[in-house]
């Protein structure tokens, strides 16, 4: 469904147009909710105390986090594993989860092997290639990834150089842009099997960031792909960008950590928004839809920059949110939520992207 044909099917449900000097946009992505189980995939960085904040979780709460899943009965599986279960049909358990890591900090090796394996769980460590060395303080050693694959750990694919794969060189054709990302991820799986002798199809986006012809081509090549954005994993339809709940931070706490485990799925219907935003789409409309069924919609809420989203009524069991303030330059989401019968909440996250107002890229913070 392009663009166009979703406003028309919006303005068709009673949804007034809006201005388009507010800079609204429909962007083409309407989230069905049926109600099933999910999987939840936890991301964690560094586990350590001396590291940037914002992908740091602490050893004393990354073991709170796994004392809590132990307690409460969680089935932790094997990531590849439970994808293909998913593919083949087969519904997750009430209480699934898998672990996951970026980067392949040091701390993975020296702080969360040991508890992971206290605990007899299984991980994913997605590697840039490029880092990887034998001399690194940073970055984890072809041997020790070696040994944590020996132990049941999957090591997974995180490009070669880490890079921010929807950014164009400069006068680079789309053709060439797409062959050289394509390149990156090709050449980071070849060197993964060159050391460990086979590597996952598996793939996380750095930074989360993505772009729908980038999606298709990796798709096509047989990846499965991870996202930065948050929300559970739908059995009923796996997401072409698949979420990951983000633990570093302030987002490690463990009273909201109970609510993320536990959380229920907005499952898409397998197609990708691009969420790079074009220089008016400064406060993009996101639209759900909710099928025949007992659903409290009265407690449906958004939120994003600037706090609490507008929600406006496009049909009997249909919405689009949009934010009262117009977003700026870099990456933000959109998050929703609504709590079903049992206390549990669906959650759903989309990402945005916002170039400089002169069209420059972003600088990371």
């Known amino acids: 469904m392009n663009s166009t044909s979703f406003y028309t099917d919006r303005c068709r449900l009673g949804m007034p147009r809006l201005k388009s000097t507010l800079g609204y946009l429909l962007l083409g992505l309407i989230i069905f909710v049926s109600p099933v189980n999910a999987l939840v995939i936890l991301?964690?960085?560094?586990?350590?105390?001396?590291?940037?904040?914002?992908?740091?979780?602490?050893?004393?709460?990354?073991?709170?986090h796994l004392e809590y899943l132990k307690v409460h009965d969680?089935?932790?599986?094997?990531?590849?594993?439970?994808?293909?279960?998913?593919?083949?049909?087969?519904?997750?358990?009430?209480?699934?989860?898998?672990?996951?890591?970026?980067?392949?900090?040091?701390?993975?090796?020296?702080?969360?092997?040991?508890?992971?394996?206290?605990?007899?769980?299984?991980?994913?460590?997605?590697?840039?290639?490029?880092?990887?060395?034998?001399?690194?303080?940073?970055y984890l050693s072809w041997q020790q990834l070696s040994e944590m694959a020996g132990a049941?750990?999957?090591i997974a694919n995180h490009t070669r150089s880490h890079l921010h794969m929807v950014r164009k060189k400069p006068g680079e054709s789309d053709a060439i842009w797409l062959l050289r990302q394509t390149q990156e991820v090709e050449q980071a799986q070849n060197i993964i099997e060159t050391h460990l002798g086979s590597a996952s199809r598996m793939l996380a986006l750095p930074y989360g960031e993505y772009e729908p012809q980038?999606?298709?081509?990796?798709?096509?090549?047989?990846?499965?792909?991870?996202?930065?954005?948050?929300?559970?994993?739908?059995?009923?339809?796996?997401?072409?960008?698949?979420?990951?709940?983000?633990?570093?931070?302030?987002?490690?706490?463990?009273?909201?950590?109970?609510?993320?485990?536990?959380?229920r799925a907005f499952p898409d219907q397998g197609k990708v928004i691009n969420p790079i935003l074009g220089k008016h789409q400064v406060r993009p409309l996101l639209g759900l839809s909710f099928?025949?069924?007992?659903?409290?919609?009265?407690?449906?809420?958004?939120?994003?920059?600037?706090?609490?989203?507008?929600?406006?009524?496009?049909?009997?069991?249909?919405?689009?949110?949009?934010?009262?303030q117009d977003l700026t330059p870099g990456r933000s989401r959109y998050n929703c939520t609504m709590p079903d019968q049992n206390g549990r909440f669906y959650?759903?996250?989309?990402?945005?992207?916002?170039?400089?107002?002169?069209?420059?890229?972003?600088?990371e913070p």
């Open 43 to 64: 991301q964690y960085h560094h586990i350590d105390t001396d590291t940037p904040a914002i992908t740091s979780t602490s050893p004393e709460v990354f073991k709170a």
């Open 74 to 138: 969680y089935e932790v599986v094997v990531l590849e594993q439970a994808l293909q279960e998913k593919i083949a049909g087969t519904d997750p358990l009430e209480r699934t989860v898998a672990i996951t890591f970026d980067d392949a900090f040091t701390s993975i090796f020296e702080t969360a092997f040991p508890l992971l394996q206290d605990y007899q769980y299984p991980f994913t460590i997605f590697v840039s290639t490029d880092f990887i060395s034998e001399n690194s303080k940073q």
């Open 152 to 154: 049941g750990a999957t």
């Open 214 to 263: 980038l999606i298709y081509r990796l798709k096509a090549l047989s990846y499965s792909i991870f996202g930065q954005q948050s929300g559970a994993v739908s059995a009923a339809d796996l997401p072409a960008v698949i979420p990951r709940f983000p633990m570093g931070g302030r987002y490690s706490d463990l009273s909201t950590f109970a609510t993320k485990v536990n959380t």
């Open 291 to 324: 099928p025949d069924g007992n659903w409290r919609l009265k407690d449906l809420a958004c939120y994003g920059p600037g706090g609490k989203l507008t929600l406006k009524k496009t049909s009997a069991s249909s919405f689009a949110a949009y934010s009262q």
């Open 347 to 363: 959650w759903f996250s989309q990402i945005w992207m916002m170039k400089r107002a002169n069209g420059a890229w972003y600088p």
